[in-house]
């Protein structure tokens, strides 16, 4: 009688796939694979502000969610620091994206190649340090928070209510 009530304490109480996630994130993969998502999305943000001549909202939701896929999928992390990791580098990606815009304006304008003004840019950096500071907008913030905020949620795949 006293084996009839005896519970089994040899099942895992995590199922293994979950243990397996677990076991198997890799933050360097996901940061890897967030860094060439926020490339990509900076790019595709650069082209599609230079062609319209406009930031649009939804192109930030894109760079979040890219960013955050990426890393998602790549890190296989749960742990806020993929989160994080994500949410910073969607920021970097709007960022990166204006400034290919800005890229691409100064040089149309300026009539200079391309690629010279953008290393200008990026060995100058008093130069991009103003030229941000002469373009910014308060709804620049507005993208940027949405885009980190989408990126932290992809990222960690957290479902919404």
Sequence with gaps: MENAHRMDTSASPTPPAIEQLDTD????????????????SAVIW????????????????GVGFLVGFAVRYFGKGHSQVFGLSSAVLALIGCAL??????????????????????????LTPAATIELFTLT????????????????????????RR
């Design 46 to 61: 650069g082209a599609i502000t230079y062609v319209t001549q406009y930031q649009i909202g939804w192109m930030a939701i």
């Design 136 to 159: 910014f907008e308060v709804i620049d913030l507005l993208f940027y928070g949405i885009a980190a905020y989408v990126g932290f949620r992809t990222a960690l795949d957290i479902p």
């Design 97 to 122: 994206g204006n400034l290919l815009f800005y890229t691409g304006a100064i040089a149309r304008e300026e009539g200079i190649p391309f690629l010279e003004v953008f290393i200008f840019l990026l």
């Design 25 to 40: 994130s890799n933050l360097v993969m996901g940061l890897i694979g967030g860094a060439v998502a926020m490339v990509v």
